[in-house]
């Protein structure tokens, strides 16, 4: 059973415009959260993350946002970029659970 | 910049083969992580290791064994390959402390294919 879901296997945006990618957690004790991006013939690079202490963090143009009562959390970016193109994934760890990753988005930013 | 580096970038075993994937980080990380990244699962984890001669199983372990004889390198092996170990894996390291909580610097991968 995915203890993290990431529902959208792929998104395709307008350059300038916002992407919004979408990961859903069941797991109550998970307290931390990250996201991933991943390049063609690279390793995924660690991009933003956020405690449950908070709803929401930003870096630039990198915001994540966290909904703990629907055990949701979701990653902003704006404005979209082509170099933006490349995989996303969603992670989450809490009271001793290993870190938990999502299948993944396919982002897709066209010029 | 913390540097991991896997030492191999394609590899083609046989069945029944011993493979060794070896990594190696820079930035003196406790922990050490192998995961293996397979279309519509995401990253599953293998083994991690917080210390030298120190492993833990990870959700995968079946069919793999890791070693940690220094800090720096932290190697995967698989005793006697098979197909469904045809997979991308990536190794990855982090800070001290809770393993599962700081962000991971990962390896760019290798591509294992097992025929």
């Known amino acids: 059973d995915q203890q993290v879901k990431q529902n959208s296997p792929s998104l395709s945006v307008q350059e300038g415009r916002i992407s919004i990618l979408n990961c859903d957690y069941t797991?109550?004790?998970?307290?931390?959260f990250l996201w991933y991006k991943k390049y063609p013939a690279e390793g995924p690079t660690f991009l933003i993350s956020?405690?449950?202490?908070?709803d929401k963090n930003e870096d630039g143009r990198f915001t994540v946002f966290l909904n703990k009562s629907a055990k949701h959390l979701s990653l902003h970016i704006v404005p979209s970029q082509p170099g933006d193109s490349a995989v996303y994934f969603c992670?989450?760890?809490?009271?001793?659970?290993?870190?938990?990753f999502g299948a993944g988005t396919i982002l897709r930013v066209k010029s | 910049d913390v540097k991991v580096t896997q030492s191999s970038r394609y590899l083609v075993k046989r069945t029944g083969e011993k493979v060794f994937l070896e990594c190696v980080q820079d930035?003196?990380?406790?922990?050490m992580f192998w995961y293996r990244q397979d279309p519509g699962l995401g990253l599953r984890l293998i083994y991690f290791?917080?210390?030298?001669?120190?492993?833990e199983k990870g959700d995968i372990p079946e069919g793999y064994s890791v070693s940690r004889e220094k800090k720096e390198r932290f190697s995967l092996i698989l005793e006697s390959a098979s197909t469904n170990q045809t997979s991308m894996y990536l190794c990855?390291?982090?800070?001290?402390?809770?393993?599962?909580?700081?962000?991971?610097?990962f390896g760019n991968g290798t591509r294992l294919t097992v025929t």
């Open positions: 990855a390291s982090s800070f001290g402390g809770a393993p599962h909580n700081s962000p991971l610097h």
């Open positions: 797991n109550s004790m998970f307290d931390y």
């Open positions: 956020i405690s449950s202490i908070k």
């Open positions: 992670a989450a760890s809490g009271d001793g659970n290993k870190l938990v």
């Open positions: 930035m003196d990380h406790e922990n």
């Open positions: 290791s917080y210390d030298v001669k120190m492993k």
